[in-house]
């Protein structure tokens, strides 16, 4: 599967960005879909997940109430709406499929295929 990652920007502090990854090449409801993010200089860190039908998420502790994941089956897409937004949100965005049923996995080795990423940037 095919992932293109969109929607990033630059936001002051306590504003609000969403997310989009649309998906080609398979059967996008045969996939989890996870949105990571990496700021310099640090690890590549778990954000949210979310299992093949959409109805069950899995979040970060760090952004829990603050970003929802969705997706839509029709669209092959996956979102990621982002509010509250911190200068410690601030990273390049991935999202990431696995062919599983497993939304809890929060390992980036867990997703076989990923996007190339969309730049994020909160100010203070």
């Known amino acids: 599967v095919q992932l293109q990652a969109s929607g990033g920007g630059s936001v002051q502090t306590g504003g609000s960005l969403q997310l989009s990854c649309a998906a080609s090449?398979?059967?996008?409801?045969?996939?989890?879909m996870g949105w990571f993010r990496q700021a310099p200089g640090k690890e590549r860190e778990f954000v949210a997940a979310i299992n093949r039908s959409g109805v069950r998420k899995n979040y970060a502790d760090s952004i829990k109430g603050r970003f929802t994941i969705s997706r839509d089956n029709v669209k092959n897409t996956v979102y990621l709406q982002m509010n509250s937004l911190k200068p410690e949100d601030t990273a390049v965005y991935y999202c990431a499929a696995e062919q599983s049923t497993n939304f809890y996995n929060r390992s980036p080795g867990g997703y076989s295929y990923w996007g190339k990423g969309t730049q994020v940037t909160v100010s203070s």
């Open positions: 090449g398979r059967t996008f409801s045969n996939y989890v």
